[in-house]
Nanobody, 121 residues
Framework: QVQLVESGGGLVQAGGSLRLSCTASGSSFSINAMGWYRQAPGKQRELVATFTSGGSTDYVDSVKGRFTISRDNAKNTVYLQMNSLKPEDTAVYYC???????????????WGQGTQVTVSS
């Protein structure tokens, strides 16, 4: 079983910065893809930024130039540096990972518990 543990959310004023972290823990797994989604009240969950299975990065247009996704493979951790935050970035941010179990080669999708990001105007 794999768990995703997130940290780093909070309350920040518009124009400020936050850094989210997500660490995958468990035994005998490899990460195919890992990234961040968010869900604002009354809206659908949307992809924010991700590392694809090919290792490239993908961002939703609204965060390009402001958010940066990075990772530490040795720590099975992905980060989301969020700069120039806007009130419309307010949402619950979820870590997502597609993980392959070494023992049987099967891949599964996992979600973190979510971390609240609130940007005040």
């Amino acid at each position: 079983q794999v768990q995703l543990v997130e940290s780093g959310g909070g309350l920040v004023q518009a124009g400020g910065s936050l850094r989210l972290s997500c660490t995958a823990s468990g035994s005998s797994f490899s990460i195919n893809a890992m990234g961040w989604y968010r869900q604002a009240p009354g809206k659908q969950r949307e992809l924010v930024a991700t590392f694809t299975s090919g290792g490239s990065t993908d961002y939703v247009d609204s965060v390009k130039g402001r958010f940066t996704i990075s990772r530490d493979n040795a720590k099975n951790t992905v980060y989301l540096q969020m700069n120039s935050l806007k009130p419309e970035d307010t949402a619950v941010y979820y870590c997502n990972a597609n993980i392959r179990q070494v023992i049987n080669g099967l891949s599964f999708n996992y979600w973190g518990q979510g971390t609240q990001v609130t940007v005040s105007s």
